[in-house]
């Protein structure tokens, strides 16, 4: 049986799990829906979550956090790579195939740094990743044929790749609010850089509060809770768990966007969900 720090890890990958599934929705909607310009949705959310952790800083009355280190320096480098392709590549990417792309590229990233670090990997976890990752492809890979836009799967391999560093770098995070404040804050003129990439996109009022929300709590609480749960997992279950970000994105797709539930949703997401469970009682 689970004991209880157990529990309390699940929920707060659950919870941690949901705000990046979330992240996917609200960029759809900012994106695609509201027609908002990729890189202008990215800054705007930049700039909101940097806005709210730097406040949360303010609020708990502490040192505020050195910027100019090179783990700063790395964490900012990989939010923003982070943020520019992942914006980038819903120009031309469908959900489900992108999705795939990214928590793909993250999952080989990770177990990948961890085997050749030397860690120790129990079965069991390795277990839990076949599984899960094998509901992933369930859910997203292709039924039939379709052409892959290159540009836009290179921009998620960025984007996977800056994000599976982001999550390496975190396991050594003791400060996760003032890491992530710092790292927002740093990222923000990375991303500002990135402007003139795209063409210009609509400013509606819908486009720039969906990019609000994807910053300020969905992202920027987000991040910050993710780097708080990362020092007390592996490397690798901390992969494995978020292979579920897709199948939650595309429940929340089926509930909020009348997107339909079909019986190959229903099995993927029974085999991730199932990977985790096996995967999370392997302690550290």
Not at 118 to 135: E, H, K, S, Y
């Amino acid at each position: 049986m689970w004991d209880s720090d157990v529990i309390r890890i699940f929920v707060l990958l659950v919870v941690t799990m949901s705000a990046f599934a979330a992240n996917s929705v609200l960029t759809r909607l900012g994106v695609a829906r509201y027609g908002m310009d990729p890189m202008d949705f990215a800054a705007i959310r930049v700039a909101a979550g940097g806005l709210m952790l730097w406040a949360l800083i303010g609020l708990r009355g502490t040192a505020r956090p050195a910027l100019w280190s090179g783990r700063r320096i790395a964490g900012a480098g990989c939010l923003a790579g982070y943020m520019i392709g992942f914006s980038w590549a819903y120009l031309s990417l469908e959900a489900g195939i992108g999705a795939l792309i990214l928590f793909g590229v993250i999952q080989v990233v990770i177990f990948g740094w961890s085997v050749a670090a030397g860690q120790a990997i129990p079965p069991r976890r390795w277990l839990g990743a076949l599984v899960a990752f094998g509901g992933l492809c369930v859910l997203l890979w292709p039924s039939g044929a379709q052409a892959l836009p290159w540009g836009g799967a290179s921009a998620m391999i960025i984007a996977g790749l800056a994000w599976a560093g982001y999550t390496l770098l975190g396991g050594r995070e003791p400060d996760a609010l003032g890491a992530s404040a710092a790292n927002f804050l740093l990222c923000l003129p990375l991303v500002l850089l990135a402007l003139p990439l795209s063409d210009a996109g609509q400013l509606s009022a819908a486009g720039i509060t969906t990019a609000v929300i994807a910053g300020a709590i969905t992202s920027g609480l987000g991040y910050a809770l993710w780097y708080r749960v990362l020092p007390q997992i592996a490397a690798t279950l901390a992969g494995i768990a978020q292979l579920s970000v897709p199948v939650l994105t595309v429940v929340a797709g089926a509930l909020l966007l009348a997107e339909p539930v079909t019986a190959r949703l229903i099995l993927a997401g029974l085999l991730v969900l199932g990977g985790i469970a096996i995967a999370l009682p392997a302690r550290r």
